[in-house]
């Protein structure tokens, strides 16, 4: 939102208050308030008819430092609110100075200029600056025709910084220069809006941002003040997070200790993945052609996805199979389980009219309402259809009690669909959540309902759903999927930017619609997509209109699949160590390269490429000849399809066919390649073959391999000295030792006792 005409004028509808000066402060135990007079006081009575801001400053977690701007206190600050960790510590003081306060935690600095007419609030990181507000930076702005305050923080934009982040975006990686809205809406990857807005931004400058608000936050990233990233809301009270990992990956891992860490996904999950897509017509005899399809073209299939339509139109949800296309469903479901399949249903949180539950969910109040009392519905989605209110604990068990049916039945996973069409006007809830902020926390308690029926049903580590909408926090209820794109390498292209700046908000696993969701891909853009499907944390095929198996586009897609997914599975061992790093580090599978290569000044505007883990380099290919430029890091990179190797700090344009692209291995690596490709779950401590690229002399590497379950983990290092290799593990059975880069290389592996 912009209050400004310009420079010099402010918009005719604000009345602006700026913090201009240090009036006064306490200090209570680990909290320093601050107050900030809106006018110079020059004598008593310059205190009178003046507005005062309060700030402040407190630390939930080392070099985590909240900041609280008040304008009136006495208005009630309504739920819902975000969860947030706390730690106990002595990792906080506070001191104060002739001209200026200091708080601090950790190595992290907030210092307030104490002197008349100077306000400054300053952000540093052992004495280096991060960010700062002053003159005409903070200010409560009186709306006059909506007779309501909005609260606004300006924190400097330095020269050369750029800014990643604030959810699933589409638009151009780096924010600079856009107005943001952090509010979930039905988008597609072709707009502006999106369906998983997150309100935390991270700098080049190795910082971040989390303003603690679920409701209509707005950014103006260098759009408003080009020098400055302003964040404004209709609220009393602004709480935002000062988050100083040092480093970009540090930062978002900082956010996620405070937002909470993502869950690990079961091993099966990062296999294939087949639906029925949208709108298409079929019933069992046509899923079951679809999987015997690809057990016949030697294609790896896990987990069988039924969209909407596994229920009758008008009657979503209902939870119960549509009996003239799926007349036995246990039955079906059982032979599915069979042939190893893992199945995953569609299902959302609206009730429509016709739905046997819908006089049901009326009769006991398990709907959202309007103020008067009676159900809110719409004819939106559904006809008629109601909504669930997540703020009821009987409703959530009631929801559960729906989908544990059909866990019972066999079903594995749930895709959460919408959770982004929520209303805000003339409605309330249960526990009387303000309806603003309950637009985007609703996707929130959803997946969370959710996501706990199935921790609860499976066991911990053995939950999945597929959400598509998120906020600040959902990041704990793996996976989410990116969407809706249409089959182009446009949108293509878009998506990995949607999926690269999510992961900047701390969501560990992403997918996306691999040959597009609308429209149909041509064999080219299918084929492409496959690559680029299998080389991300999960892998979906899924349309609206049309199928997507690969016969249906040519031979060789079907050849290009089954190479990409067996490839992908030999992975497993390197991909699922990533996962648990994902999980206890909070440091996410598929990372933007500016988070891997902070110190690189080409890594900054990189958003064609990312790093799949610690060490493998992806560069999907959006062209239909095949030809790619991409940029290679500082070291030597071997291309793992290959076997070229590439020398950094440069850029490489070249050309490939579909069962090849760039897809390079980080020097000094230790990657496992497993002995199974034709599923993602099996034993990683057996017969895997740790492959070896490009040791450097004196430098030791490691590496950790879990189990399927994430628990039991062997320790890999590697050493090499005087042209010799050494390679001890503390566990693993047939394991071998490959140089990949250098077959001459003498490669020695030691087993100690773990």
């Keep these: 939102m912009k209050f400004t005409f310009g420079y010099w004028r402010v918009r005719e509808r604000y009345e602006p208050h700026y913090a201009v000066e240090y009036w006064d402060h306490e200090i209570k135990k680990n909290e320093l308030t601050v107050y900030a007079a809106t006018n110079h006081i020059g004598d008593r009575g310059d205190t009178l008819n003046q507005p005062m801001l309060t700030l402040k400053f407190s630390s939930p977690i080392p070099n985590v430092i909240k900041v609280s701007m008040v304008h009136f206190a006495g208005r009630p600050n309504r739920s819902p609110h975000f969860q947030k960790a706390e730690e106990k510590g002595d990792y906080v003081s506070i001191r104060e100075e002739k001209d200026r306060l200091i708080f601090t935690s950790g190595e992290t600095e907030a210092v307030i200029d104490k002197r008349a007419n100077s306000w400054h609030v300053s952000y540093l990181s052992e004495g280096r600056l991060l960010t700062d507000s002053g003159y005409r930076n903070e200010a409560c702005m009186y709306d006059r025709e909506e007779k309501a305050d909005y609260l606004v923080e300006q924190l400097l934009l330095d020269v050369g910084e750029y800014i990643y982040g604030l959810g699933e975006r589409y638009t151009p990686f780096i924010k600079n220069g856009q107005e943001v809205q952090i509010w979930n809406e039905d988008g597609g990857t072709a707009s502006e809006q999106t369906y998983k807005n997150v309100p935390f931004y991270v700098s080049n400058k190795g910082y971040g941002i989390f303003v603690d608000n679920p409701g209509d936050v707005q950014f103006e990233v260098g759009s408003e003040k080009v020098e400055r990233v302003q964040f404004s809301m209709k609220t009393e009270c602004l709480d935002y997070y000062v988050i100083n990992g040092g480093t970009p990956k540090k930062t978002v891992q900082l956010y996620n200790r405070l937002l909470g860490m993502p869950a690990l996904p079961p091993a099966w999950t990062f296999g294939l993945w087949l639906t029925t897509s949208f709108t298409t017509s079929y019933d069992e005899d046509t899923v079951t052609g679809f999987i015997q399809g690809m057990k016949d073209r030697d294609i790896p299939l896990h987990v069988f996805h039924f969209d909407c339509f596994w229920m009758k139109g008008y009657e979503w949800v209902n939870f119960t199979w549509d009996p003239d296309t799926f007349p036995d469903p246990e039955g079906m479901l059982r032979r599915y389980k069979e042939k190893g399949l893992h199945i995953c249903c569609w299902i959302n949180s609206y009730v429509g009219q016709k739905s046997s539950l819908f006089q049901e969910g ?393």
């Design 362 to 754: 009326m009769e006991k109040g398990y709907f959202v309402k309007n103020t008067d009392g009676t159900v809110w519905q719409c004819d939106r989605w559904q006809a008629g259809m109601a909504l669930v209110d997540f703020t009821n604990p009987a409703a959530c068990k009631w929801y559960q009690n729906k989908l544990e049916v059909l866990l019972d039945m066999g079903v594995d996973a749930f895709k959460t669909d919408f959770g982004e069409r929520i209303p805000v006007t003339g409605i309330q809830y249960y526990d009387h959540s303000d309806p603003v902020r309950m637009h985007n926390y609703y996707t929130y308690l959803y997946n969370k309902v959710v996501f706990e029926l199935l921790e609860r049903k499976r066991g911990k580590n053995e939950a999945c759903l597929f959400a598509r909408s998120a906020t600040a926090g959902c990041q704990q209820f793996p996976v989410h999927w990116g969407g809706d794109c249409t089959a182009t390498y446009q949108s293509m292209a878009e998506d990995l930017r949607g999926g690269l700046s999510l992961s900047l908000g701390g969501f560990g696993f992403w997918s996306h619609d691999m040959g597009g969701f609308e429209q149909t891909a041509t064999a080219d853009v299918y084929k492409r997509w496959c690559q680029f499907g299998l080389l991300s944390s999960h892998s979906r095929l899924h349309g609206s209109t049309s199928y997507r198996v690969p016969w249906l586009f040519d031979d060789e897609a079907c050849e290009v699949l089954g190479t990409f997914v067996k490839l992908k599975c030999s992975l497993m061992p390197y991909l699922y160590g990533m996962a648990v790093k994902a999980h206890e580090e909070g440091i996410p599978m598929m990372r933007p390269m500016i988070m891997e290569f902070p110190d690189d000044p080409t890594c900054v505007m990189l958003d064609r490429q990312y790093m799949l883990g610690d060490s493998l380099l992806v560069a999907p290919i959006f062209s239909e000849s095949g030809r790619v430029t991409y940029y290679v890091p500082k070291g030597k990179w071997t291309n793992y399809l290959t076997g070229e190797v590439k020398e950094g700090e440069r850029w490489y344009t070249e050309t490939f066919d579909y069962f090849h692209l760039p897809l390079l291995v980080r020097e000094n690596t230790i990657l496992p390649v497993g002995k199974e490709e034709e599923r993602p779950d099996y034993d990683y401590h057996t017969d895997t073959v740790l492959k070896v690229y490009e040791p450097k002399e004196g430098v030791p590497a490691e590496i950790t391999i879990p189990d399927m379950n994430g628990q039991k983990k062997i320790h890999i290092q590697m050493s090499y000295e005087n042209g010799k290799l050494r390679l001890t593990s503390d566990g693993g059975k047939n394991l071998s030792v490959v140089c990949e880069t250098d077959k001459n290389i003498l490669a020695e592996l030691v087993m100690t006792e773990s």
